[in-house]
């Protein structure tokens, strides 16, 4: 928020972030923090049996990432690209096109972006994906 201000973009009144509208955005607010995305990181950590979510940029890299068990860290990684990616343009569509998600339609997007991906993954990688595949389609079908 504080870019779009300095480049006069900012079309908001204020730097409050527009997926909660519970505290200034910032970088590990928006990906981390906000009960938005919250949300999300809660149900792919208990989907793919992954770690209690990170609280900052720093140790989705660090801490959290070193706690996924060596099996699941490709998927991890994934998921980690998933929602950063999808919370980054559902943000843009608010702020830039008026355009509100739910954080539930959220979800089927990076559901729906995850399986595209672990289907492109090459031959020998794509069984290391397949328990997270699998949860990801019974998800789905429920």
């Known amino acids: ?18 997926l909660c509208h519970l505290a200034i955005e910032t970088m590990d607010h928006l990906f981390f923090q906000c009960s938005f995305a919250r949300h999300i990181w809660g149900y792919f950590t208990r989907l793919c049996q992954l770690p209690d979510a990170p609280r900052d940029r720093i140790a989705v890299w660090g801490d959290w990432r070193a706690a996924v068990r060596p099996t699941c860290r490709l998927t991890g990684d994934l998921i980690v690209k998933a929602i950063v990616w999808s919370i980054w343009l559902a943000r843009n569509a608010c702020i830039f ?21 672990f ?10 994906l397949d328990f997270a595949t699998s949860a990801i389609h019974r998800s789905l079908e429920f």
């Open 97 to 117: 096109n008026a355009i509100t998600m739910s954080s539930d339609a959220i979800l089927y997007k990076i559901d729906h972006l995850l399986l595209f991906w």
């Open 119 to 128: 289907s492109s993954a090459p031959e020998g990688t794509r069984e290391k």
């Open 1 to 18: 928020m504080d870019n779009l201000e300095r480049r006069r973009c900012n079309r908001l009144p204020t730097a409050t972030c527009v």
